[in-house]
Each structure stands twice: as C-alpha cells, then as structure tokens.
C-alpha cells in the first residue's frame, strides 16, 4: 500500500452574498437570532445558470494548479453532491469533460454534508491500493435550489459553494493515516427530501405542498451530530494511533456554531486549532469541509508535519472522519 494523501486543494464560492439583514425582509426572523442560534451571518447563493458541475470544475481547476497537476495525470473522480445538475448523468462526468481529463473513472457520491470525507475514503483506498494514480476529489452542493425560502427554520442555514482535493502518493509516514465511515438509516426521516424520487414522484400535489425542499427535525439532528462529531473523531484517531493533543488542526463540518463548540469542548481542542468558515458560508454541504480546508490553507494554517483531523455528518444518516499528516512539500511542490 503507498503512503498517499491530498496534494493539493482549490475552492469556488458564488459572488453573491445573503446577509441575514437580506433574510430579515423575506421571512420573519432577525440577525439576532440567526446568528445566537447558528453563528451564520452570511451565505454565497448562486446566480440562475450556475450549476454544481460549473462550480465543481472552479474548484478542481485550483486544485489541479496548486497540486502542480495536469488534468491527464487524472484517472478518477469522485463528486459527492446531493444536487447535481441532472439525476443523470453524473456530475462527475461533467467536470470529465470540463476539465479535459483523458477517459477517468468517473462518479457522484451521495452521503448529504459527509459527502466529502466518504469520497476521500474511497479515493484513498483507490490510490494506495495501486488501482488508481491520482483521484480528483469535489464537494460541491449548489443547497439554494433544494432550500424552502419560505421556512424560516432552514432556509437561514444553506448556502452554496464547492471545494476539490487531488489525492496522490506522499512520503511514507505522511498523507491519510485512517479513516471512519457510519451510518443509521433509521434517522432517514430527520434530514430528507419527501418528494422527487422514486418513492414520492413529484406531482402538482407534492409541489404545492412544498415537498420537494429540505425538511429536518432540528433538534434530533443537533442531538445526534454533537454525540458523533465527538465519537467519529475519537474513532479515527484511534485508528490512527493519535490523541486530540496531537491534533494541529480540527476541520469539522461547518453546520452550525453550536455543535463546532460542543464537539470542541467534548475532545478538548481549543479554538485556535478549529477551522470556521459558517459565519460566511454558512452549511454548504458536501463542500464545508474542503472549502475550509482550502481556506486555512490560503491562510497558512497548515504546515508541513501537521497532524489533521476531518469529520462530518449529514443525512442519511451518516458520519464520516479522516485523519492525515500533511505532506507540504507534495502539496506546493
């Protein structure tokens, strides 16, 4: 098995940003509010005609160039998103063919907002197994187009963005050293579309009722993310053979302030090693994680030996963390 790890990280976001100050005068709720009860000030929401693939693409092009890649040195591509411009083909495909990656292996992925650490999970498998060369990992969610701007309960969470990794060989000691994967479908209900599928096609019935926008219990699934974002985390560093005093930066899904304190304080990692991005993004998805990622990057956060950790939840419902020793040479080579 090769030591193998991401090599480099990109991001795209809309230009367009929603202040709760805008979602003040479209619903009935108050900055105040928003804000003591998430964290979330702003959002980036997408224009008419910019679809998941066209943020994708944004987002692994950088990628590709901060990884010092060509697009034919691609042979796999993994999309996790749960709002892809068409239900078929895959998105995935679409950036194939963007990008001009040579006959990759390409697919969607649909794990909700722990998209991103599912697809790095089986794109690590695939590169150091020796199947795969170098994978093009995305997360991209475009979440204003399956938001209820009527429901003030979740239509001041969502925004729009993407974030992409290219995943290649490391040095031995370096990359991702273990990853952690769940789910619990009996949860299904908490976090979900009604209508759309092929349980609940949509009719001029299912529409008028509204059923083909997010619908989420929000306390159960508050319960349930503070109780995994600390059991997930625990998991992978323990497959690791690490502590969470030798975590250098915790990268948790970006959902809501609340749940990143409450999982912080359970594992005791201070805020100085917390990457948070909601106050500007707000939940993005399957991109949250990737997008802070590239973000604290940017920032220089992260240097050559540190030790990460990645974790998220989503619908499904599912959970996913990552743990890595970045390798900075192969990343800016």
Known sequence: MKSTGILGVGHAVPERKLTNADLEKMVDTSDEWITTRTGIKERRIADPGIAASDLAAAAAQEALERARMSPSEIDLIIVAT???DYVFPSTACLVQDRLGIPNAAAYDLAAGCSGFVYALDQAWHGVRSGAYGAALV?????LSRITDWQDRSTCVLFGDGAGAVVVGPVRDGFGVLATYLGSDGSGA????IPA????QPLTPETLTAREQYIRMCGNDVFKFAVRVMEDATLEVLRRAGLTS?????????QANIRIIDAAARRLG?????IVVNVDRYGNTSAASIPLALSEALQAGRI???DYIVCVGFGAGLTW??????????EAYR
Not at 269 to 273: G, N, S, T
């Open 269 to 273: 990692i201070d805020w100085d090693r």
């Open 245 to 253: 005093g030798d975590v250098n930066l915790f990268v948790p899904h």
């Open 320 to 329: 996913g963390a990552a743990a890595m020793r970045w390798d900075g040479r």
């Open 303 to 305: 240097k050559a030996g």
């Open 196 to 199: 759309g599928g092929s349980r």
């Open 189 to 192: 209900s908490k976090l979900y």
């Open 138 to 142: 995305i997360g991209v969610d475009v």
């Open 82 to 84: 749960v709002t892809g």
